[in-house]
């Protein structure tokens, strides 16, 4: 509320005020309170007090804000509306989006070590050593691999090695798996179907090979 003080006497003014750039009544809030409540008074003017943020109203903040401790959203956040925004509508942070470098430039003249951005289609950091804005090495994928150059395979099952198929998922290529093999055949002749033999001490498949005599 705004009061007026002559010859030691108060008397208000206005009262039930709202959290505007402008004193203005709201009769929500007057509020009636009884003898004896401790009040505070100040001779700040009211905007300075208004300056402060009220949580419980929507607010458009244009000024910088320093946050020294952890800050949790816990409610949905509008959805970004220019490039600079830093806030996503699904409560995630992500880095400003620029056109180009030169409005990269305008809008963060003097960038510090650390800080990370969007130019065009690359993401961009500034290099506190170096002192200027260097792209985030993203990897190259790791191609399939071919005859003589490393790459990405598949282990093959027993069904698509019976089936002899060459390539698995993505196009890499199929390869044998070590299990999948036999020395010797099993007691269930079927455990064996699409297996791959391979030799004994004696460099012989003589174990799957049946002779006559």
């Known amino acids: 509320m705004i009061c007026d003080i002559e010859n030691g ?5 206005q009262r039930g005020l709202d959290f505007s750039d402008t004193p203005t009544t709201d009769t929500s ?12 008074i100040t001779t700040l003017a009211f905007n300075l007090f208004n300056s402060n943020n009220n949580t419980g109203q929507t607010q458009t903040i244009a000024g910088d804000v320093t946050f020294t401790g952890e800050v949790d959203f816990t409610g949905p956040v509008a959805a970004d509306t220019i490039e600079a925004d830093i806030v996503r509508a699904n409560q995630e942070l992500r880095s400003p989006k ?31 050593t170096t002192l ?17 150059v490393a790459g990405i395979v598949d282990l093959a099952t027993l069904a698509q090695q019976g089936a ?4 698995g998922i993505g196009g890499s290529k199929l390869v044998l798996q070590s299990k999948n093999t036999a020395k010797t055949p099993d007691a269930t ?11 004994d001490s004696n460099g012989r498949l003589d174990s799957f090979v049946q002779v006559k005599k």
């Open 29 to 40: 809030l007057q509020k009636e309170w009884r003898t004896g409540t401790r009040a505070y």
């Open 164 to 167: 002899g198929d060459e390539n």
């Open 9 to 13: 006497v108060m008397s208000i003014v």
């Open 132 to 148: 200027q804005w260097e792209d985030i090495d993203t990897g190259t994928p790791t191609p399939n691999a071919e005859e003589g």
């Open 189 to 199: 002749p079927s455990n064996d179907e699409n297996k791959v033999p391979v030799l």
């Open 98 to 128: 620029f056109a180009d470098s030169t409005a990269r430039d305008a809008a963060i003249p003097s960038p510090i070590g650390g800080e990370v951005c969007q130019t065009g289609s690359v993401q961009q950091y500034y290099n506190g």
